[in-house]
């Protein structure tokens, strides 16, 4: 434990937050740090003398002038890692911005650059009118199955709980959406009314878009899954095969065709412009 210029102090003159205390999972903290790599590929673990530069430049500033003038980072310090969330108010995009400078034992320093950058796009794309136009397609399919066999009989066959499962992942990726959407743009929207002067929280937004993609990879796999059972092993699988084959032999013969139409075309070119040039 150490105070300002790494000189001895005891806890009970510790402030909270201090870039002078060694900070470990076990520590308890206001700051969360994750593992990282660096440049020459060792995994550096959680943990270190930690600084809260602030919202600010001019605050990140006042701080930076602090530990350079009390020799924060001295000939002991082995990694540095700045990390910044930056949002740009006139292209609207949220960068987050990881820097990491490493001393090696050899002498040698190595530097590491990334820059995860995200531009919300507030608006219901393609993608979700057709996801739309799926579910209600298959929701429909269903009720018209379920009110003429009955609910038991056709919950008694496979691929109708996995057309029920299909609707059930549509419909929970669908609404997950339309919630991430509210919260997100009422978030943008409390955000850029305080100003500069608060944080932007990147892992709440990252965590929404993850969210959604596995709730949507999900959606896919049932759907693949569900194609997959319409190709029984039977007439209808190899007739399918031979179509292939056939294909394969026409997709063969007309690019044969058009290679032979473009040496054509290209002896045709070359002619005249000799005929042009002489």
């Known amino acids: 434990v150490y105070g300002i210029g790494w000189t001895p102090i005891l806890w009970s003159e510790l402030r909270k937050n201090s870039p002078w205390v060694y900070t470990d999972d076990e520590f308890p903290s206001n700051i969360f740090t994750f593992r990282l790599y660096g440049e020459s590929g060792k995994l550096h673990e959680r943990g ?3 600084v809260e530069l602030g919202p600010t430049r001019r605050e990140a500033d006042v701080r930076l002038v602090e530990l350079r003038e009390h020799h924060w980072q001295d000939v002991r310090t082995r990694v540095v890692i700045v990390e910044l969330s930056l949002y740009n108010v006139n292209e609207d995009i949220i960068n987050h911005v990881t820097l990491i400078v490493e001393n090696l034992v050899t002498g040698n320093t190595l530097l590491k650059a990334k820059v995860d950058s995200v531009k919300r796009n507030m608006g219901f794309v393609t993608l979700i009118i057709l996801l739309v136009v799926y579910i209600l ?6 009720l018209f199955s379920i009110n003429r066999k009955g609910l038991l009989v056709y919950l008694s066959n496979p691929g109708n709980v996995l057309y029920l ?9 669908l609404a997950m959406y ?3 959407y509210r919260d997100l743009n009422n978030y943008f929207t409390e955000f850029m009314k ?16 993850i969210r959604i993609k596995i709730s949507a990879s999900i959606l896919l796999s049932l759907a693949i899954a569900r194609v997959l059972t319409l190709l029984r092993f039977g007439r209808t699988l190899i007739n399918y095969y031979y179509s292939f084959l056939l294909s394969i032999k026409g997709i063969f013969f007309l690019t044969l065709v058009t290679v ?3 040496n054509v075309i290209y002896f045709l070119v070359y002619c005249l412009n000799m005929f042009l040039i002489y």
């Open 165 to 173: 499962l299909v609707i059930c992942s549509g419909l929970t990726t």
């Open 178 to 180: 339309v919630l991430s």
């Open 260 to 262: 032979l139409f473009l």
């Open 48 to 50: 270190g003398y930690l």
């Open 137 to 142: 397609f298959y929701i429909s399919f269903c």
């Open 194 to 209: 305080q100003g500069t002067y608060t944080y932007f929280d990147y892992d709440i937004f990252t965590y929404y878009l």
